[in-house]
């Protein structure tokens, strides 16, 4: 067989390819820095892509790699049609997107409308036209309240602490739901809608496969005066009418951009970032008409507990179900702290809901830290979501089985939410940014041949790809293999519970016969004969032991 048939083999060309596949997010600044400038880049991607490749995974997703003063980690765009210049060019994306294709790999880029950087061409020109200028309409500016308006228009705090209000030199103030250099755009101006087409439009042209939504739940908003307050706004039910989070008319933008994405063939696919208040109102966002997938991070605000996991998979698969569309499993992310860490703290605390975007604190202190224990619940997780019907987004450095890192020291700190008060466990983002191990030694430990733009502790060296490869107990040839047996067992989107007779123990059997048993408890969970077809986890005296998982493949599913 050729090598072309072989990559057509294992990759789904149908257009819904995007409903059960495993979707590799890559932190561009933190992956491969082929350049020397300590930063991660496009050519640093394409130099790993035979590594994507061998991990068997489906897609990536990029968060943002355009033009940044990273004033929050690149979600502050300054050009939404370009490269940043220390990430490379527009060249070298498309060299990255046709290695990736080659090797089977689709490629989502992520897109951030609801704020453009301050740098953005229209904001420095908002500033510079000053007041009741046309080009402040495409952004949110009022005046203040108070003596001379010398006080913000209203008492909200931005999802990163501080007012979400900024004053310019002429004494307007402008909305930043997130940092001041996010300015909020005005998503009732119809060059904002315009432009965003484009935008899509440029990306689908050059090859990408589909998008990855930024807080697409905010876009829309009611700023009819009298403003409410804080105290005010927390009272509005979220249920489609709240002045700024989930409005129902923020799905006007979305059928449009559907309309865009069906130009394409295959249509271009879309999954939305929507901290929403139920699954039902998450449904919206994944409707056929809509983006068609969302985000589902009940299991990431879970705890590692068997009948949460039971609910929240019976509660989604119902959803996706009625919608039509296929479920999202998430247990990491580029803003919360690493499942492996998670799962290795004591009881979590969490923090709730802030303003949109919600973020997994950690509980406990590090001390308490349990990391053998965290890694095995966190292989044990992994293994069942990746059982599941649906399509499962990993994090890059999962699959090494990173932990949470420590040992960054403020001043080596980035993240916006650290500096402008927001808890984020008091630590903010950066722990679970830091640049990828590639090799046990080296400056930056093969990230790059300089030092990372974010201090790697010394234990990275355990972790480094070339380690794990080299080792098949790893965390790497786990999710190697896992990713390879998923590619053959994956069938229809259903599942059936097994009732096990153990609160603490899952089991389910998808419509080929393959089985995923979990063992959420301490107690091993004995299989029987079933023990002579498992295909993946470990199995100890015909039993599955505490904190894992195993798939039952009956013989003959795979040959
Ligand atoms: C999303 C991103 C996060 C970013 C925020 C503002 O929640 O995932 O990283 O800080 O939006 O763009």
């Known amino acids: 067989m050729t090598h072309a048939l072989l990559l057509e083999n294992r990759t789904d060309t149908t257009a819904t390819w995007w409903r059960q596949a495993a979707v590799y997010q890559i932190y561009p600044r933190s992956f491969a820095d082929a350049n020397g400038d300590g930063l ?58 046709a290695a990736l294709h080659e090797r089977g790999i689709r490629v989502i880029v ?19 036209a000053g007041r009741g200028s046309a ?18 228009p209203t008492d909200w705090t931005a999802a990163f602490g ?38 899509l439009r440029f ?3 050059r090859g990408v496969d589909g998008f990855r939504i930024d807080v697409a739940h905010m876009l829309t908003k009611d700023l009819t005066e009298p403003l409410p307050s804080k105290d005010e706004l927390a009272l509005i039910p979220q249920d489609g009418n709240h002045p700024l989070n989930d409005r129902d ?28 208040s139920t699954p039902e109102r998450r449904a919206r966002y994944a409707s056929a008409e809509g983006l068609g997938q969302a985000f589902n991070f009940d299991l990431l605000v879970a705890d590692f ?30 803003d919360v702290t690493r499942h492996a860490t998670r799962y290795g703290l004591p009881p979590l605390e969490r923090e709730g809901e802030k303003q949109g975007t919600a973020w997994v604190k950690a509980g406990g202190p590090a001390d308490q830290l349990d ?29 090494l089985g990173l932990q949470e890192v420590a040992e960054i020291g403020p001043e080596q700190r980035q993240d916006p939410a650290f500096f402008r008060g927001a808890d984020f466990d008091g630590l903010g983002r950066d722990g679970c940014r830091v640049p990828l191990p590639w090799t046990a030694s080296g400056p930056s430990f093969g990230f790059g041949d300089t030092e990372a733009h974010l201090p790697q502790p010394s234990w990275f060296a355990e972790y480094a790809v070339e380690v794990e490869a080299a080792d098949p107990s790893s965390t790497l040839s786990l999710y190697r293999e896992a990713l390879r047996l998923r590619r053959r067992l994956q069938t229809e989107e259903r599942l059936e519970w097994i009732e096990t007779g153990r609160a603490d123990v899952l089991r389910f059997a998808r419509p080929n016969g393959w089985q995923i048993v979990t063992n959420f408890g301490s107690e091993p969970f004995d299989l029987g004969a079933d023990a002579a077809d498992v295909v993946l986890g470990t199995v100890v005296d015909g039993a599955v032991p505490g904190d894992s998982t195993v798939w039952i493949a009956p013989a003959g599913l795979i040959d």
């Open 371 to 399: 990391r053998e224990g965290g890694l095995r619940r966190a292989h044990a997780a992994t293994l069942l979501l990746l059982g599941l019907p649906g399509s499962t987004y990993l994090y890059q450095g999962e699959e």
């Open 135 to 152: 080009a402040r309409e495409r952004y949110i500016f009022r005046e203040g309240a108070g003596p001379g308006g010398s006080e913000p």
């Open 40 to 97: 991660g880049d496009i050519p640093g991607i394409v130099s790993r892509a035979d590594y994507l490749r061998d991990l068997g995974i489906d897609a990536v997703w990029l968060s943002p790699f355009y033009p940044s003063a990273l004033a929050d980690g690149g979600y502050d765009v300054a050009d939404y049609r370009d490269v940043d210049p220390r990430l490379g060019t527009l060249d070298d994306f498309d060299d990255m997107v």
């Open 305 to 334: 507990d068997a009948q949460q996991f039971r609910s929240i998979i019976t509660d989604n698969l119902a959803q996706s179900d009625a919608t039509g569309s296929s479920t999202t499993w998430v247990l990491s992310n580029h």
């Open 110 to 128: 992520d897109i951030v409308p609801n704020h453009s950087s301050d740098l953005h061409e229209w904001f420095q020109e908002a500033l510079a």
């Open 162 to 199: 501080g007012s979400a209000w900024e004053r310019v030199e002429d004494g307007q103030w402008y909305l930043h739901s997130f940092a001041p250099e996010q300015p909020d755009l005005n998503w009732d101006h119809p060059e904002v809608r315009e432009d965003f087409l484009t935008t």
């Open 249 to 276: 008319d923020v799905h006007e933008i979305y059928a449009e951009w559907r309309r865009v994405f069906n130009e394409y063939d295959p249509p271009r696919t879309a999954v939305a970032e929507a901290w929403v």
């Open 203 to 205: 990306w689908s042209d």
